[in-house]
């Protein structure tokens, strides 16, 4: 598939809450990744930096500040802001400069410190900014929306608590065998009820929490990864990341209201799902193909709407799904065998990056504890903030 | 002596008591309603575009899905960290004519047992907080979503 981009590397920074500086983490990713290529950090041609706001200029500018860290060696750089979806735009950013001959090896980069409780927008007053002005007008916070789309789960598709419950049990059991994981211990449906309330339906263990990370790539053309003796390496071969198409119906982060339906019809699909659909026809692949996804567990409920909107089973039937067994460690379709958020916690930059590590570990049979068996296919999904798509297929 | 009543955002609503709407703009081309109001072009990709003019939005709709603060947002959200924490609704709702769905705070004292998906609620004038004091201070307005059974 002439498409197709090889993943040299994959390294990260454990997650947690560390208190040190966003670029500590990502650099040790970064030589974690290279190490990994078995490639020298002057070998590589550009710099790709997904960036984070929280680090003032220097989190702007993501891409140079790593390479400063590393040490300047003239490599081409490009940084990338899209929120949540940052990663993601990372890795197309540097598969495009691959595919397009502007580049042999490209170092992909993301990582963050992230503040104690709930994101914020950045400061001042901005009531042009819709970030701004939902806390402002409203004090909805993340969780809101997570509540919110938990509340309708519950109303149209017959959701339950015990359901959202038994995604963080499934989930904190996979993040408790990943070393890289922030939470490493087994969670039961009791203490997820016996949790405080943060957003009615959900509860403090439904919500992920905000954490430190870092995670990193090395991407090459493949005739490089030949010629490097990689014969056989983990393939990138889509990278999703489409804008909603109007109007936008379903309320989202970080909207005080949808756009309207009365002068255009809805095409059907949500943004969610439009995601996922430009994902597997540029990998020309189905979701009856996969072995594995990670997706944005922002919330357990969360986790139940991706199944739906990856097309893993009908619209409604994504507590079946789980209650069958189907996506936890053994099942048909294995979702987040990583710990997903859940375990991690959000470092924005690097959570889509983070994702493409563990595809690619579990693509190489080298996942350990927590490898699905003969993993062939696996695909993630998240979303940004103000409309970023971002979802990955890598092969083997 | 009184805190001076201001908008917590200018221009997206207006009026008293049972005149009280949200006001948002529709495109006279393709019939888009937008809120917060759109004031520069239509954002609807099939349309040539047309003037966009400001319109009320339905007083009533139904509850297209709710939760709850439990905990104190962060700033900008305004809050007296003095005072213990009360924690509100946040209700969105579908209005049928608009075709659209707006987020809102609902009435102090609704909790979210006292809500339902489907339930038809009508907008109403609320206070989001107050600053400075009795004379000089400001009392930020907003709007809240409340139950039509709800009187008080």
């Known amino acids: 598939m002439t498409g197709d981009v090889a ?19 990502g650099t040790a990713a970064a030589r974690a990744a290279l190490a990994d290529a078995g490639i020298g950090w002057r070998d590589v041609q550009s710099v790709v930096g997904a960036d984070t706001v929280r680090g003032g200029y220097p989190g ?83 969780p ?7 509340r309708r789960r519950m109303a149209v598709h017959g959701d339950t608590l015990e359901d959202f419950a038994q995604v963080k049990v499934k989930n904190a059991a996979c993040g408790a065998l990943n070393p890289h ?21 959900l509860r403090l263990l439904d919500i992920c929490a905000t954490s430190d990370g870092g995670a990193s790539l090395v991407l090459s053309s493949m005739e490089f990864a030949r010629r490097h003796g990689a014969t056989d390496p983990v393939r990138i071969r889509a990278v999703s990341t489409v804008t909603p198409t109007y109007p936008n119906t379903v309320l989202d982060l970080p909207d005080i209201a949808t756009d309207s339906a009365a002068g255009v019809e809805p095409d059907g699909a949500s943004f969610r799902s439009s995601i996922a659909r430009a994902a597997y026809e540029e990998a020309g692949i189905g979701p009856e193909e996969l072995s594995l996804a990670e997706v944005y567990d922002l919330s357990t409920a969360l986790e139940l709407q991706w199944y739906e909107d990856l097309g893993l089973c009908a619209e409604g039937a994504a507590a079946k799904l789980l209650r069958e067994g189907a996506t936890a460690p053994g099942g048909r379709i294995p979702v987040n065998v990583s710990g997903g958020l859940a375990s991690f916690g959000e470092a924005v930059p690097a959570q889509a990056i983070a994702q493409v590590c563990e595809l690619t570990w579990q693509l190489r049979g080298t996942a350990g504890a927590r490898q699905v068996t003969g993993a062939r296919v696996g695909i993630t999904a998240n979303q940004g903030l103000f409309g970023h798509g971002s979802s990955v297929v890598a092969v083997r | 002596m009184t805190r ?24 006279s081309a393709c019939a888009s309603v937008y809120f917060p109001r759109q004031d520069g072009a239509c954002r609807n990709p099939g349309c040539a575009g047309g003037d966009l003019v400001e319109v009320p939005l339905s007083r009533r709709g139904r509850i297209w899905s709710y939760t709850d603060a439990r905990y104190r947002p962060p700033e900008p959200y305004v809050s007296d960290r003095e005072l213990p924490w009360e924690p509100y609704t946040l209700i969105a709702v579908e209005l049928a004519a608009e075709r659209l769905v707006v987020l809102g705070q609902g009435v102090p004292g609704v909790s979210v047992a006292d809500l339902e998906i489907g339930m038809e609620v009508e907008v109403v ?14 009392a930020w307005t907003t709007w809240h979503w409340r139950p039509t059974g709800v009187t008080a």
């Open chain 1, 7 to 25: 993943v040299l590397g994959a390294g990260m920074h454990p997650w947690g809450k560390w208190g040190r500086s966003f670029v500590e983490y």
């Open chain 1, 60 to 142: 702007y500018v993501a891409g140079a500040t790593f390479a400063k860290a590393l040490g300047w060696q003239g490599a081409r750089v490009t940084s990338v802001y899209a929120a949540c979806a940052s990663g993601a735009q990372a890795i197309a950013t540097a598969r495009a400069q691959i595919l397009a001959g502007l580049a042999d090896v490209v170092l992909v980069v993301g990582a963050d410190a992230a503040p104690k409780g709930f994101f914020r927008p950045a400061g001042g007053d901005r009531p042009d900014d819709p970030d701004w002005l939902r806390f402002r007008v409203l004090g909805a916070t993340n």
């Open chain 1, 144 to 150: 809101t929306y997570f509540g919110l789309y938990a």
């Open chain 1, 181 to 201: 994981a922030r939470y490493r211990t087994a969670v039961s449906a009791e203490e997820v009820a016996a949790s405080a309330v943060v957003a009615d339906p």
């Open chain 2, 4 to 27: 001076t009543r201001t908008p917590v955002v200018a221009g997206w609503f207006a009026g008293e008591g049972e005149d009280f709407r949200l006001l948002g703009t529709r495109c």
């Open chain 2, 125 to 138: 004038p609320g206070l989001l907080g107050e600053d400075g004091d009795e004379a000089s201070g400001t």
